[in-house]
């Protein structure tokens, strides 16, 4: 996890390096956010952290001040929000090793969030960057669920990532850009009508 | 706000008086919504509550420990989630005025969020639970805006809220029922198009 001094550190950083080398991924994803929250492409946000507040001082005069709090055990994921009208949820995860992905990166709550998100109906996916290739990949947990479900191994080998995920091809302003494989892989229906409405009216 | 130690108040409460007086309106909507989930009918989550780490520990051999962090604005509202297939986003708010609800009780950034949610296409509503008079309002955040960018007043009027707002009435397992309204305000003709089905079918 990177706290707020990391900001700081991060645009100092990308004034003197246009490579995301050392950024990390939640950094990458929040300018994604911003970026299509400005355009108003789409209204997703990364959850707080869950943490349980024990003691807060209230000094006078100024601020609350908390002195004593812990981590909790996130029971869902850390975005959602709104995409041409559908809600979405993703997770999303940094991987170091090379050979795989381990589910013990996960926690079982979450796996149980984005499963009920999609019977739900609403649009669930994982974002994982495999760190040592330096790509980022998107998972439908359709796909991941299949796999996950067959409990055969404990973590998704990188040949089945490599298979099964869809590569985000990252820009300047819009380092993880989601939203146009979620165009792909959730509306492509509507952007073929879209696009033949067109070629009728011409 | 209230915080964990409070929620052992509330159960020794719940044990004694089946009232829900003294019980906050968090802790009404988190039951609501627990009630949802376990009826597979909603996943509708309070998102924590957002607070900038300053200083943590990691003692040796246990859980890091935050002991400095502040609270921060909520750029967000607290609760959002899906409902059959639609992205849904509320505030949710105790009022304890009589005349009227104070528009200082709610972030400008928060009314702009909930305004974009419903440009997007999702659905959007305030809860407000008027002490006084102890009942719980939801309100359309189309009817809200209407009074609220016409800015001829700082507060809604209890009679507008009597007028404009939709009652809730509680159930001791689900204290703020509103998924009940939202039937009624969102998906009426769905439900409509249902009971026509069924009786065609008799």
Redesign the interface.
Known sequence: MR???SRKTYQKEALHNASRRGMSFETDINLSNQYYLRE?R??V?K????????K?DYPKRS??????????IP??TDY????????I?FEAKECQAKASFPFSSIHPHQVE?LR??I????IAFLLIRMVVYNIDYLIKVEDFLEFYDAKTRKSLPYEWIQEHGHVLHPGYVNPVPYLDLLDELYFEESYEKNAKTKAQSQ
């Open positions: 706290y707020p001094n108003n789409a209204v946000h959850k707080p952290t869950p943490i349980t507040i024990v807060v601020a609350a001040k908390i002195t004593e709090a812990y981590f909790k029971s869902t959602n929000g709104i995409y041409r009208g559908k809600y949820d969030h009920s998100i019977e739900h109906g609403g």
